[in-house]
């Protein structure tokens, strides 16, 4: 998949001058980058925050709903929302008012609080698993997740699928060179090949993954329902359904990653799609914000757990952090799962994403570019393919940082913020129609000067 070469040209053209732009508007970000550059690398506390791409880091000093207000006092409609973590919006009144009440009772204790019976009732009636447990984080979540499948089955391998995202746990950083498993090579700091103990699949191939599962040493298949920390790629009908009916024939188990896909709807797309997996994690959003995460799974596991436990040797089991499951998460989680991840809610954020989708897609079409638009309930992206995605290697191949960096700064320039890992929005209940129709208008400009119908 190639992008035309007259826009990477006016793309590499439209960064440098966005460039100047930016460094012009924010003399307040440029004077705190350097302070902040005296103790940290670049500028900021997770390097992540440079991927941003501008000369030096944004730095906020309010993100409240749908906006997010610089230190030199720029406001911007935010579809970033934190890279999922804000999707619900920044500050969510009921999980501001809960962390505040809790926070002068007390923090953590490594005790379970009065309302874990409540949150636990509220993720099970929501996602429709039995049994849960709270982590820090859906990195923590998932590897978790990995530890038990490898224990209840006594099978060392996991399989993931190429180009797929599970936060920083090292089982998933492997993928497909050609129809070999290869360990991906930007991992820093690996010793040992990860290679030996993972597999990868192509995604949507479910004859690919049935060879795998034939070897009869795959633990666990940890997927999410779609690929969405690449070009997004959404799953062929019924492959996920006949992804765990594979799974279950061949002795694996099997875990959904929904912590970007909760996006589909209030159950996720677990839940959308009546579907029935043994593990089912959710990360940064499940708190409003405040980091936590959660990881479901069925009574037959629950009771496969215990016996293990009942045969383990005593000493500590390499899953859980002793901040897992503190007393004000657990008061954030209440709140966002009963007060702001509501069906009314998701019927707003699906109907405005829906709007974008078609906004964008059509200035798109306007000027025949050979790009897609994909969305999945709050979420819509932006994908350099004629057609849809089916599996990572397309991903990949659609991928072209230089456009996405101009388009990018583009929209920051005015006001807008995009996630900058690639082209993906998100709507909150607090996005505005307004919103929506100004992120559409500067998205139709940017497009005009990428192929030459506006001066830079």
């Known amino acids: 998949m190639s992008m035309p070469p007259e826009i990477r040209q006016r793309a590499g053209a439209l960064i440098a001058a966005e460039r100047t732009r930016f460094a012009e508007r924010h003399p307040r970000s440029r004077q705190m980058a350097a302070e902040a550059g005296a103790h940290f690398p670049g500028g900021v506390p997770l390097h992540w925050m440079l991927d941003w791409e501008t000369p030096f880091p944004l730095f906020v000093r309010e993100a409240k709903g749908s906006t997010v207000t610089d230190v030199d006092g720029h406001a911007y ?27 002068a009772r007390g923090l953590t204790a490594m005790l379970p609080s009065d309302l874990t019976a409540q949150v636990g009732a509220l993720l099970a009636a929501r996602f429709g698993l039995p049994f849960w447990q709270v982590t820090a984080t859906a990195s923590d979540a998932n590897r978790a997740v990995v530890r038990w499948a490898r224990a209840l089955t006594n099978r060392p391998k996991i399989l993931v699928f190429d180009g797929c995202y599970h936060g920083q746990i090292e089982d998933a950083f492997v993928k497909l060179d050609g129809e070999t498993t290869k360990m991906k090579p930007g991992l820093l700091g690996q010793v040992t090949d990860i290679a030996a103990t993972s597999v990868a699949a192509p995604f949507n191939d479910l004859d690919a993954v049935e060879k795998l599962l034939a070897a009869g040493d795959v633990a666990l298949i940890l997927t999410e329902p779609a690929l969405t920390n690449t070009a997004m790629v959404l799953p062929k009908p019924g492959f996920i359904e006949d992804l765990i009916a594979a799974a279950h024939r061949h002795g694996t188990l099997l875990c959904l990653d929904e912590t970007h896909t909760v996006s589909t709807g209030p159950g996720g797309f677990t839940r959308a799609h009546g579907l029935a997996p043994d593990f089912f994690v959710l990360g940064k959003p499940v708190a409003g914000g405040l980091p936590a995460a959660v990881f479901g799974f069925t009574a037959k596991v629950e009771a496969d757990m215990r016996r293990v436990l009942e045969t383990r040797t005593p000493g500590y089991s390499g899953i859980g952090t002793t901040l897992s499951g503190n007393m004000l998460a657990l008061a954030a989680m209440r709140a966002c799962l009963e007060e702001v991840m509501t069906p009314e809610n998701y019927i707003h954020m699906t109907a405005l994403a829906a709007r974008l989708a078609e906004g964008m897609r059509a200035a798109v079409l306007r000027r025949k570019l050979p790009w897609t638009v994909t969305q999945l309930g709050a979420r819509a992206e932006l994908v350099f393919s004629e ?28 006001n807008v913020l995009v996630t900058p890992f ?3 929005t998100l709507v909150a209940p607090t996005t505005a129609e307004a919103d929506v129709e100004n992120l559409v208008a500067r998205f139709g400009e940017a497009l005009s000067i990428l192929c030459g119908e506006g001066e830079i």
Not at 80 to 103: N, R, W, Y
Not at 388 to 406: F, Q, S, T, Y
Request: glycine residues 6%; proline residues 5%.
């Open 77 to 103: 409609s935010d579809f970033c929302l934190g890279d999922t973590g804000a999707m619900f919006g920044h500050s969510p009144a009921p999980v501001a008012k809960a962390i505040a009440e809790q926070a």
């Open 387 to 414: 057609r849809p995605l089916e599996n990572g290697a397309e991903a990949a191949a659609a991928i072209d940082h230089e456009v996405e960096r101009a388009i990018h700064l583009f929209l920051l320039n005015r």
């Open 422 to 424: 690639h082209n993906m």
